[in-house]
């Protein structure tokens, strides 16, 4: 790998010769690890230009730095790092260190840190148990035609795809598809004018936050309910109402009156999993008309349906544009891919069409073409069915597994997805239970994070199965039930 002339910049502060600083600068990065055993230098010719100094000036601190054995020299080839060169056992140290005088504290005018959010590991795939949600298993995604697919939207033919502005509007191949085939699965019709692709779930609801809400409205969320959208309405100024959810989902008759907006999960409930009833669907819908507010719909993983069919989207229902839907390829396709899209009335669509245009103009054109030649050429239904059919044999384990622990079902799952939410003894606070669990090669979700207020129940967990293998399985939930029987023993001692 040849090293780059722009890479360098001189000193004017600098205590010596120009020759001496090219020495220095070299040999730092020689021993600080950025100039590697064997990389190409840059020529005197170009690091001189680069530099605006004489070439001579460059050859003479080069050829002191070949003396050193920091770099060697091939003929007609030019210099290179040499393989035997030092190298320093401590880190660099900056020449000149930054001190920061600048009070944060005072000029920070809004604080995005201090929520409750699920713990994200990035190296989940060394502990031989993960039992973690929303991470891909790449044994059931088909990467060869993921890799065909973005190949062709590299093409020629497709260079617009990649090199084009889309401006304010998206990928009509990936609107088309989701319009035609995706929608209607849901019973739901939508022009493309009623269509905005985000980048993914948490954008769109983002978004719509931005857009509706604003300081003092009213706003009903599940409890326990998705740490990320609680996040978010933190930050929008709303008067946030968690409302208990109980084995149908969100009750209908517990809604307050003078609410603006109500954010629900209908389909699979966050985390418990539960389905709303189409009465209470139907009685939410009756509701929002008589009472003028709007609902949120996040339709989450309703394609994990291996128990039976899903039912209808709450969007389906809605005959008064009062239901924003938020939809994603994220939780189906991998969570890098970071894809998802609103579906609503054009006045709002329109609104969030310019917000977005605003902060990011639109996502990649080359994600969204690939991702549309996989939808349209039929190789996301071929590995939805295919993750299906993993997902069902794992619950069945899972399933099996968890009726001799001490753990119990708190949530049912109407049509499948990917994990169970749990209610351990009350003794055990499954924070501390993560922990403990971590050091067996175990990973949980604590249910901490899904609670709102200060104030919640300690023993609830989400285990997943999208992330583990079948075969570990029985195992992994031995070794829960183990820490949590010792977790009682410590707690009776």
Known sequence: MAIGAETFFLDPNFQGSLQRQIQQIVASAILSGRFLPGEKMPSSRKLAAHLGISRITVTLAYNELVADDYLTSASRSGYFVSKSAPISPLPEQPPHQTRDRVNWDRVIRHNYTGGKLVEKHFNWRQYPYPFIYGQADISLFNQSSWRLCAHQALGKKEFDSLTSDYGEMDDPELISFIARHTLPRRGILARPEQILVTLGAQN???????????????????????????????????????????????????????????????????????????????????????????????????????????????????????????????????????????????????????????????????????????????????????????????????????????????????????????????????????????????????????????????????LAYSSIKAERIGEGVARIAQEVGTSLELFTN
């Open 204 to 462: 769109a609801l983002w978004m719509v936050a931005q857009i509706l809400l604003s300081r003092g409205q009213k706003v009903v969320i599940e409890d326990p309910g998705y740490p990320g959208l609680r996040d978010i309405l933190r930050h929008s100024g709303a008067q946030v109402l968690p409302l208990p959810v109980d084995e149908d989902g969100l009750p209908p008759d517990l809604l307050p009156p003078g609410i603006d907006v109500v954010f629900v999960t209908p389909s699979h409930q966050c985390p418990t999993t539960v389905t709303l009833p189409i009465e209470r669907r139907r009685d939410m819908l009756r509701r929002a008309e008589k009472h003028d507010f709007l609902i949120v719909e996040d339709d989450y993983e309703f394609e994990m349906s291996f128990l039976k069919p899903p039912t209808p989207a709450l969007k389906s229902l809605d005959e008064d544009g009062r239901v924003i839907y938020v939809g994603s390829f994220s939780k189906s396709l991998f969570p890098g891919l970071r894809l998802g899209y609103l579906v609503g009335s054009e006045p709002f669509i329109r609104q969030a069409r310019a917000l977005r245009h605003a902060i990011l103009r639109h996502p990649p054109g080359h994600i969204q073409r690939t991702t549309a030649y996989f939808l349209a050429r039929g190789h996301y239904d071929a590995m939805v069915k295919q993750m299906r059919d993993a997902f069902l044999k794992r619950r069945q384990r899972m399933a099996a597994a968890l009726a001799d622990t001490p753990l119990e079902v708190a949530g049912s799952a109407s049509f499948g997805g990917s994990s169970f939410w749990l209610r351990a003894p009350e003794e055990v606070d499954t924070t501390q239970l993560d922990l403990a669990l971590r050091a067996r090669g175990v990973l949980i979700e604590p249910g901490q994070p899904f609670f709102a207020g200060q104030t919640y129940p300690r023993n609830y967990c989400r």
